[in-house]
Every structure is written in structure tokens, then in C-alpha cells.
């Protein structure tokens, strides 16, 4: 909304932004970030909770009066508070006062930071290429530049080592490209992050990639999953009871690295070949995710036997978000996310399955009852499309959504099996599976592919010494 005030204002037309009363300090903050002090109309508490009645007499008495007074009184130009430039020493004391000086200014997650000192920013540039003052790219919602020196501090803040630099900084690409929607990243479901990697890189820094993935303890996943918080705090602007309005919050996600090993055995390719790039490349994915279970115990020798528990799996940790394939959001943007263990992957194989045979299995089978989809869009969330039906007679979606008329038909909760993102990680041993849920296209799926400094190998035998 803002953003479509900020347009207009700067056409030279007064606007005044109607703001839900839960989102008045978003407004305030995002503001500032887009250089202007607009004037907004407070909607009263929640129209999602309230009769048309109580929607009424809220407009009339509060919301309409605010509108009228924005669109006729010129607003008082606000003079925000000088910054610290990026070399500036911002405080000298013990490690406890640090800490707590960086957490009373909100440039922490809460937990203890590691001192950004300058000796320390100059170890994580020393592995890049890159200039400290580049660039990297605009970050919303605040509109901050997001510069390889940053990202360098925010590493050193995660307690990261400083050979994770070159990860941090194709992580830096992933969050400005616009595809992923970084500005999204606030909204109130409250989604986080999956950090996805492929390559020799994994087994070069230690990451974990077998008993435990998704878990802390280890230095590589747990730090870089920490500083992709970290940055979207400190570089973007997300700040809980301001930019960041998630009703729930989910902590950041650990790194998940695929099983490279696994997948070469079971005769497929890793996930980055999905993303477009070459077996062996050094690549990393980002994608939000709404929520995520595990299924213990996938029984059987075949994949016939397998798949069904799977694909019940896949569907049922899918609700809300299926307005992200049907309209009520957007058309196709819904991704979910399947991970397997390296034994189920490779008794799927066996039986000559692909990943694209197991991405077809799910498409035909991760179905929803189309009176549930319509529930979802038209009673319990409030997204309306109308019908299924009329979304496949505007030509917005195939003709599988409404092959008859049935209430009780199942329709696919992706467009096309390619949606399906399919991984190979976790304890080699054990029949347990893992799924997550999508965020749409409020965190779309983005690969980049991870730039190592021209004496990546020698450092490398430096650091195994």
C-alpha cells in the first residue's frame, strides 16, 4: 500500500494509506525506509473479525475522519537520527557489553554476538575477490544497500568463520533478487528461510549432510542459518513490532545440504541440476517455508508401497497455502518441498524410479478435495476465486481443477510436477522423511551460485592443516 502511496506523492497527488490498526507500526517504519512520513487512516483493530456492522460504524467514526484530515492537512516532515557510517567504532567494552550494547539497539537476534572488530571484518574480506564498498544490491523494506562490507559484519556477528564468505555472499544475491520478494519476508504468517546447498563446497567447509540435517550443533549449517537472520534484521530492516509483523515466528533454519554422495549412488542428480546449473557447481537455493513435519518410519521395498504415506505427507501439511496455486494469492507459485533419506531415495531408485518419476507420483497423488480448496478460498481464509471451476473457464487453470462437478474430486495442489522440490539428506540409515510447506511466491525459490576467491584451494590446505 505504501508503496502505491509513494508513487502518487511523488506525481504530485496527496494520498492517505489505510492501515489494519495491528500494522500502524510497520507503516511508521516502512516509512522511513521509503523517505517519506505518509499519512495513514487506521482501520480499526481487525475487519477479518468484525460484522459489517461494526466494519461501518469504524469507517465512519475513525477511519473515514483520518482519511479526510491526511488528504487536507500537510503532515510534519520527521528529521530521522544520524547513523553510524560503516567504519565507525560504535562501542569499546567486554564482550558481555558489547553483546548487550548491540541487543539495546536491536542489532541482535537476542542470543550473544560475536564483536564485529575491524581485524575480524578483514579476515571474511580477505575471501573474496569483491570490493568492501560494493554494492551487492538494494535491500526492502528499509531500501538499504547491501555491500560485501556488511555482509562481512554480519558474518563475523553470526560466529561465522571467515571461509563461509563466499556462501554469505551469493546468500546477499539470493535475498536482492526480486524473484525471492526479500520485502515479503515480514508477513504475518510468519515463514523462514530454507537455505539449501550443493557442491564440493559442503564437504570443503564441514557441513553436515547426513544424521541430524535441520538440527544445531554444527558450526557451518548453524552459523550461515543464523546469519541469514541476522541480515535480514540488520541489512533489510526487519525488526519485530515493526517491520516484521509475523503473528507466530519459527527461529532460523539451520542449512540443509544435500547428500551428494546418496545421490550419485541412487543414480540421480543433485538439486542444484533443478536449479539450472552443472553437477559439481558450488550453488545454494533459498525458499520460505510456512511450517514442516516429519513422517517417521516409510515402509517397503517398492515404490509402490512407499509413495502413498509420501504423498499423504506432501498433502497434508498443505492447507491456507493452496491460494498460492489456485488464485486466491497467486497462479502456480506454491513449490513444496520434499526431502528424503538417502535410504528411501536409493530403494526408490532401485526400482529405476527417477526424481522426475517421484515428482510425477506426487502430482497425481498429493491431491486435495476440491470442496476443501474452495473452503480454504471462499469460507475459512477469505481469498476468493470464486470456483474452481471459474478459474479453469477464465483460462487461469487447467482443465484437471475441474473435470467435474463433484465437490468430493481431488485436484492437484501444484500445476505442474516440476513444482515439487525434491532433496536427499539426512541420517543414511533410517526411513523418515521430511516436508515442508511453502510461502509462495512470498519467498519464491532462488538459486545463485557460489563465487570462491582465486586462491580458494590454497586456502583450503591452509585451513585443513
Known sequence: ????????????????????????????????????????????????AQSPEEIRENVMNVTAQQVIANLTIQPEEKVLAPEPKARDIVFSGTFEEVSDFFYDKEWSDGLPIVPPTMEKIQEFLSYTDRKPDETIGILLPENRAATVWATAVNGVMAGCRPEYMPILLALIEAMVDPIYGVEHSGNTPGAETLIVLNGPIIKDLNFNYTQGVL?????????????????????????????????????????????????????????????????????????????????????????????????????????WEIVFTVGGLSYGSLRPVLILTPILAQTIAKAGWSKADVKRYLYEHARMAAWRVEAFTEKWADFRIGSLKRQVNIG????????????????????????????????????NAYTFTHNGYLGFPVGKKITLPKDWAERLEKIRK
Open 396 to 431: 487461469k487453470l487447467p482443465k484437471v481443477f475441474a473435470e467435474s462437478d463433484d465437490p468430493n474430486r481431488m485436484v492437484p495442489i501444484v500445476l505442474d510436477p516440476e513444482d515439487f522440490i525434491v532433496l536427499v539428506s539426512g541420517d543414511p540409515l533410517r526411513t
Open 1 to 48: 500500500m505504501l508503496r502505491a502511496s509513494l508513487a502518487c506523492e511523488e506525481a504530485g497527488y496527496p494520498t492517505s494509506s489505510l492501515v489494519c490498526e495491528g500494522f500502524l507500526g510497520q507503516a511508521a517504519a516502512t516509512s522511513v525506509g521509503l523517505g517519506m512520513n505518509f499519512p495513514v487512516a487506521m482501520i480499526v483493530g481487525h475487519p477479518g
Open 215 to 319: 538440527r544445531d550443533g554444527f558450526k557451518p549449517n548453524t552459523s550461515v542459518g543464523r546469519f541469514w537472520r541476522l541480515a535480514l534484521r540488520n541489512m533489510a530492516g526487519f525488526l519485530l513490532h515493526k517491520n516484521d509483523k509475523g503473528s507466530f515466528g519459527n527461529t532460523f533454519r539451520v542449512v540443509l545440504a544435500e547428500n551428494e554422495d546418496a545421490l550419485a549412488k541412487a543414480g540421480w542428480h543433485p538439486f542444484s541440476v533443478d536449479l539450472g546449473f552443472e553437477a559439481g557447481d558450488n550453488t545454494l537455493m533459498i525458499t520460505r517455508l510456512t511450517g514442516g513435519g516429519v513422517f517417521p518410519s516409510v515402509t517397503g521395498s517398492k515404490p509402490e508401497q512407499m509413495m502413498p504415506y509420501i504423498a499423504d505427507a506432501v498433502t497434508s501439511q498443505t492447507g
